[in-house]
């Protein structure tokens, strides 16, 4: 009789252990937005003289972005303003830049010249439009004419590059 009543209360103990330990379910859900991010990898860009006299200088901006837009009116830009360079300095009038991007955007397709009123568009991205996940490599490379009422010395400009995405 002992054994018949230990073999029972373990078949009934057994029997309830399912539904100590029930499942359920959870739906997860993510909404992602447009993004954007630039770095400038040449932090500092030197332009420098051709060999030719009076010739002009030139050099070469490179960044790396990454860009997110919106699948049906989504719409980017990089884009880049400049400081004056200085009293006698090259004037900004005188600075223009093309540049270069991957398929992920459209770069301006012609010299364009740098401002210091108004950002310029260096590269333009229309909907659904997406970087590689390392990052997209372009480059602003600078002209500047050489004109000869430029006083002799060092000068320095900042160009600030912004880039956005809806």
Known sequence: ??????????????????????????????????????TAVDATTTISKGDTAFGGYSGTTNFTYKIRTSQTTGTGNISVQVTTFGTGGPAVADLAYTCTAPSSGTACSSSTSASTSTTTSVVAFGADAHSADTGDSGTAAWTLVDRTAIKTGSYSSTATFTVSAT
Not at 8 to 27: C, H, K, Q, R
């Open 1 to 38: 009789m002992k054994r018949n009543l230990v073999l029972t209360f373990a078949a009934a103990t057994l029997a309830f252990v399912p539904m100590a330990f029930g499942a359920d379910t959870s739906t997860l859900g993510v909404t992602v937005g447009p993004e954007a991010s630039f």
